[in-house]
C-alpha cells in the first residue's frame, strides 16, 4: 500500500487530521489499536462520557430550581445504570458515525499498532500491513499517571481510564486531585448522592497557570456550598483497604473512608512502542515528542499532534495541531500553532473557560494590563434561566486596548468564550467588542460589557 | 435644567443610550411615564418575563428526559402563581437595580410624559419641569395592535400587555399570530399543560423575510410533535363569548373553544402626543419616524431609536441604535445602523436564531450563494446535553467566501449567533470560521464545520 500519509491513531487528533487530510486531497490512512478504541480517550474514556454524566448532574441542580418557575416535583430516585446506559449509548453512537463517515469518504482504518519502520514506512502489527508513505502524523494520545502507592486496581483506586466501569453511586468518594477531571467528578458524584473528598496538593484547585486564581476560587466556593469536602496543600499519606472499601491517612492527619479512591491527577504520553526514537523522532525530558510551530517532529517528514506534543491535553489542541501538521506537509506556512487561542474548559458545578493570558501572565510579558469584570448575577438571561453566578473577566493590552485573555466563570462559558476566541485570534481590541450589536437579554452582553468596561472607563454596579 | 441631552423614554434602548451618553461625558436626563415603567416594554412586558416563562417550559422538557441520565422523577405538580411570582420577582429586581444604578452614577430620571415644545427643550408633564438641552433622543417604543373584531379586553381577548396579569394554566388557549410571540407563549402553555391552537394568517410560521424557511419549518415540525395544533394560512372569523371563555369561529371552517385567545399580531410606534410632528420631525407612511443611519430624525439635533423607528421591535436594536444616535451627537460618522449585524432570536420549543442575509435575501442582492449546514443531531456536546436537534446554517458568498448570514435552530442558538455576528460585522470569511480552534466537544464547532463545508467543500454526514 503506497499513501500520502499515515496516520497512526485515530482519536480526536487523528481523526480530525485525517478529515482535513482527505478535504485536501491526500491519500490517507489511519491506523488504530482496535475498532473499539476509534475516537481515543475523549471519546472512549474522556470528555464525551464525563460532559453526559455531568449533564446529569446539571439537571439534577435544574431539578432543585424548578419550584421557582411553578414546577413542583415529587422527588426522584437515581438509577445509576440507566445513567451508564445512557452515556454508553452516546459513546457508542458516535463512535460508529466515525467510523460509518470514514468509510463514506474511503478514509481507510487499519486495526492494529502501527510501528514506524524508517520516515517512509510504517507496519502495523496485528494487520501484518506494511505502508509506504510521504508523510507520518503521530496521534496516540495518552494515558493516566498514578502516584506513589497509589497504584489503580479499578476497585480500591480508580483511575479515569477505569471510572466508566462503576456502576452504582458511591456513598463516599475520595478524589485526589483538584484539576479538570477531579473537579467535574466531585459535582457529579456530589449531585448523584455521594459524599465527596477533594484532595489536592496545591494551594488551590484547578492549579494551572492559564487559569486565572479568581476562576478557580468562585468554582471552589460553589462546590463547598454543595457540600464538597475540598482539602487543598494535602495528599493521601497512606491508604488501606477495609471491609467496605478504602480508608486513607491524609496529611492533615485525618482519616477518611470512602468506597474507593478517584485518582485524577494527570496523564503522560503515550510514545513508546512506535518505533519513534529509532528513526530519530526526539523527545523533551518529560517525554513529550518535540515539535516545531507545524507540528513537525525532529525527523523532517513525521509530524506529531494532541497529548504526545505538551501536558496541555485537550481533544481540540490536538485536532487543530493534526490540520496544522497536514496543511504544512502540503507546503503551507500560514497556519501555526498558537497557545494564544485554545480555549480551556471545565465543565463542573461551573462552566470554567478560559482563552489566552491571566492577568499574571500579562504582566509577566510585561503588558501594562486593564481588566473588565462583569457579574452574571445582574445579567437579565441569566436570571431568567436561574443561573446568575459567575462573571466574564477581559484582559487586556492598556495601551492599544488589545484583547489578551478572556476568562469565563458561570452559564454556557464553555460557548460563549468562543467569541473572544476568534477575537484574540484576530488581536481585535475592546472597542471591536464593545461596539458588536448583542441580542438582549442574553448572556453574551457580558461580553460586550467587560469589553465596554475597559474601553470606556469602569461604572459596574457589579454584585462579587 | 439644562443639560446635554433628553432622552424621552427609559425603555431598553433610552436607557442604554444613557449610560453610554454618561460614560461618553454628556449631562443627560432621562424621562419615563413613571418609576413602574422604566425598563419599558422588554422588561416589563417583553424579553425579560417571557423569557422567564420560556425556561420554565425548557425545565419540563429537561424534566422529562431526566431518566436517560439515571435521574428517575416521580412526576410533578404545576403551580402557575409560583411561575408568575418567580418571573415579576426578575422584572422587579431588574427594574430596582436599573433606577439604583441610574442613581449611582448620577442619572436623573424625571417622571412624566416628555413633550418635545421646540428643538431644545422638552416639558415633562406630571413634573412640570422645563428642561433645555442640546439633543434630544426619541425613544418612546410601541404598544400592541389589534386585529378587526379581535378588541383585547384583559379577559376574553388578551394582547401581550395583558397577557402577565393571567394567573393560571389555561385548559386549552387561542393564539391569534404566527410570529416570535405567538410561538413562545405556544410553547409555554403546551409545556405547561394547556391544548393549544396556533393560527397565522401566512402560510408558515415565523412568516418575515429574515428568517428563512427552514428555521421556521424546523420549529413547525417540533411544535406540532409537541401537540401545538398550528393552522396556517387561517384567521379568525368572529368569536364570542362562552359561560367558560370564547368560541371563535376560523377561517379553515373550524370551531375552537379556548379559556381565552392570546393575540399576538404585531406592535405599532408610539410616537403620538410628544409634541414631534409639531417640531418638525417627519413620520413614514406606517407612522415610523424617519431617521438616516445615525439615527438622526429631520429635525436635526432630535434622534430616535428603537421601536418608533422600524417594524424590527428589538430591544438590542433599539440600545445600539441609541448609541449610534449618541456617538453621533458626539461627532462620530464611523459607526452607522447596520442591518447585517442585527441578532434575531426567537425562544420557543428551540431558540431560533439569525443573522445577516437569507439564501433568498442573498440571491435578491445578486450574490452568487454558498451555503454550510451542520446538523446538531450528530454534534457530540448537543449528544451528550441530550439536544441533538437542529443545525447550523452558514450563507455565504461564493467569490469572497465572506459570511453573508447564519441561522440557528436549537442548543443555545442565542448565545452561538454571536460568534457569527461578530464575523459579520467584520465581513470575515468562512476560511477565518473554519480555521479557529473550537473546544471539543462544543455546539460551537458547528459552526466551523458549517464554514468548512463551504471553504472545503461538502462531505457533510449531516441527517436531516
Redesign the interface.
Known sequence: MEVDLVIIGAG?GGYEAG?YA???GMRTVLVELSPESVGGN??NRG??PS??????AY??D??E????????????????????E?RDN?VI??RE?FK??AQ??NLPIIYGRGVVKDPNTVFVEGAEETIKTKFILVATGSRPVAVGNLVPDGKSVVDTDQIWDIDFVPKKVLIVGGGAVGVEFAYIFRK?GSKVVLVELQRRILPVDDIPEDSGRYLGRKLKQLGVDIRTKTTVESWEKTPDGVKAKLSDGTEVEADFILLAVGRKPTTQGFGLEEVGVEMDQKGFIKVNEFSQTTVPNIYACGDVTSPLM????A??EGKIAVNHMLGGTD?KRDDR???K?IYSAFEV?SVGLTEDQAEDEDYEVLVGVTSFV?N??A????ENEGFVRIVADEETGEILGCHIVGP?A??????V???I??R?NVE??S??????????EA?GQSA?EIH??P?T?VKR
Not at 485537550?314 to 489542541?317: G, P, T, V
Open positions: 480526536s478529515i482527505y478535504r485536501r475523549c471519546l470528555c464525551i460532559k453526559y454524566m455531568r449533564h446529569g439537571l439534577i435544574k431539578f430550581k424548578m419550584p421557582e418557575w411553578g414546577i413542583l416535583p415529587k422527588g426522584f430516585d437515581i438509577d445509576y445504570k440507566k445513567l451508564k445512557g452516546v453512537t458516535i458515525n460509518k463517515f463514506q469518504i448523584y485537550l481533544a481540540h489542541k485536532m487543530y497556519w487561542v485554545i480555549p474548559i473557560a445582574t437579565p438571561k436570571m431568567d434561566d436561574g454556557h464553555g460557548e460563549l468564550i468562543h467569541q476566541v476568534h477575537m485570534r484576530d481585535k471591536f467588542a461596539k458588536t450589536m448583542y441580542s438582549h437579554p442574553s448572556l453574551s461580553i465596554s470606556y472607563g461604572i454596579w
